[in-house]
């Protein structure tokens, strides 16, 4: 795995390419800033070699800068893999910009491969160490704070639990089956059930609500049992060839040890499918959000209920962000379930703290962080401005007045800004919908769409302030 791609001799077709090219001026900025924050890099290349017993050898992969590079463009431009590697080999400015030059583009599988292997944490780094290089620039200060919550949707379809067990059944009689293609002299058979499954799941979702009310249990226990069936049966494969595996050609084995897991994996989901379903439906028992099973496929999955009007129930992680006054997202954070806004006000604070060295004079936020105790909070912490309006309750006459007073307004309007942060960040950055598999993934992709966000916003700072000093 090559550290930094600008490390090899330039040959004649780079510089070419350099004599030619002419990049975007934001991209051009935003390239002069990565090459003047080499530990950037750094961070993403410890990431690429974790795990590599010598990653000096072998074939040339993506270089750390390379996947660095394309890893913004991609977000920057909303482009999915395949588009992402047509545009760079198609065009010689992004070659230039992605470090390419003149090299062959890798397929969009490598640029998958050296994505996927970035960790959370280091996402979390390389943001933080990119707000220091502002606040160093001197383009950033950190006195003004806003902050609110979104929700990031998981790539999953409405989860209903008709279509989760059909998800079950299939799942695991494909891998039931190619196990048996691996092993086809294995003793235990496995009966096909997918096209049963399908037609009652198809029959419950035709049921009128009058039909409902008396063929609703019957059809879901006659699915139930027969999911039930086919998780018994892959069981039972994934024991018979449990025994065998250790007499199977290496490669055979390795195949086979991969589908084992895959089969123990998804067996585990369908039992909390295929109990959840029994309780709710069979049962009537309401179960809690947080004991839900929403989804095979993206387990870690929240339902979300923010309180609209539109759509009233979503599927995926609240995300909390705190924007600065220059557009900055100088903290974000994937939460767990749908915690209440009122819980971020101290972490925010003492996190800003550890990275600007002092409390913002200006907090800014909706009704939903509101409390007393947040907002003694922030009078402790030597807020000087707190624009945080009260929710619900008899106001006092003190709030009512300190609600009214010109500058709390001003800064309720300073707030609204982040909402249309949020939608550069769902429209421009595609943050809308993550459609990466897990958890981790997930936090990777919010932590790329922060970070392409404030790259290209110190970016364009810098080229404006460069302008002005030519200017003047």
């Not at 027969?226 to 195949?255: C, E, P, W, Y």
């Not at 913002?360 to 947040?374: E, I, K, Q």
């Amino acid at each position: 795995m090559r550290h930094v791609a600008a490390g090899r001799q330039r040959s004649f077709a780079d510089l070419e390419f350099i004599a030619q090219g002419v990049l975007d001026p934001v991209l051009e900025g935003l390239s002069a800033f990565l090459d003047r924050h080499a530990a950037l890099v750094d961070l993403v290349h410890r990431d690429l070699v974790r795990g590599l017993k010598r990653p000096r050898s072998g074939r040339r992969g993506l270089s750390a800068e390379q996947a660095l590079r394309a890893l913004l463009l991609q977000r920057i431009k909303d482009w999915d893999l395949r588009e992402l590697r047509e545009r760079i080999a198609d065009g010689f400015t992004l070659r230039q910009f992605t470090a390419f030059w003149s090299d062959r583009v890798p397929s969009h599988q490598a640029f998958h491969r050296a994505f996927v292997k970035l960790t959370p944490e280091t996402m979390q780094a390389v943001n933080r160490a990119v707000v220091m290089a502002a606040v160093d620039l001197g383009v950033e200060d950190g006195k003004q704070l806003r902050v609110d919550t979104t929700m990031v949707e998981t790539n999953i379809h409405w989860p209903t639990d008709s279509e989760l067990s059909w998800d079950c059944v299939r799942v695991l009689t494909r891998l039931a089956r190619a196990v048996l293609e691996q092993i086809p002299d294995l003793p235990e058979r496995f009966a096909n059930r997918t096209r049963a499954t399908r037609r009652r799941m198809q029959a419950l979702h035709r049921m009128s609500s009058v039909q409902r009310q008396t063929q609703l249990k019957p059809a879901y226990r006659t699915l139930l049992k027969i999911t039930r069936q086919v998780i018994d049966n892959a069981r039972s494969v994934h024991r018979a060839a449990g025994k065998i595996k250790m007499k199977l050609g290496f490669d055979v084995a390795l195949r086979v040890e991969g589908l084992l897991l895959d089969i123990e994996h998804y067996a585990k989901l369908a039992d909390r499918v295929v109990g959840q379903a029994r309780r709710r439906v069979l049962e009537g028992e309401s179960l809690a959000a947080e004991e839900k099973l929403y989804s095979i496929f993206e387990p870690h999955t929240d339902l979300i209920k923010r309180g609209k009007a539109n759509r009233p129930v979503e599927f995926g992680h609240k995300v909390f962000l705190a924007e600065s006054r220059l557009g900055l997202i100088t903290d974000y954070r994937v939460l767990d379930g749908n915690p209440p806004d009122e819980k971020r006000v101290g972490e925010s604070l003492e996190r800003h703290r550890e990275t600007f060295g002092t409390v913002p004079t200006l907090y800014a936020a909706d009704r939903g962080f509101y409390s007393v105790h947040n907002i003694a909070a922030l009078a402790d912490a030597g807020v000087k401005v707190e624009s945080v309006p009260q929710r619900g309750g008899h106001r006092t006459p003190s709030r009512t007045a300190h609600e009214k007073k010109r500058v709390f307004k001003r800064a309720q309007k300073f707030r609204a800004g982040i909402e249309g942060r949020i939608s550069v960040l769902f429209r421009g950055r595609g943050m809308k919908r993550c459609e990466l598999r897990g958890r981790q993934r997930f936090e990777v992709f919010v932590g790329a769409a922060v970070l392409a966000n404030n790259l290209l916003i110190i970016a364009s700072t810098l080229r404006r302030r460069a302008f002005l000093l030519r200017a003047a």
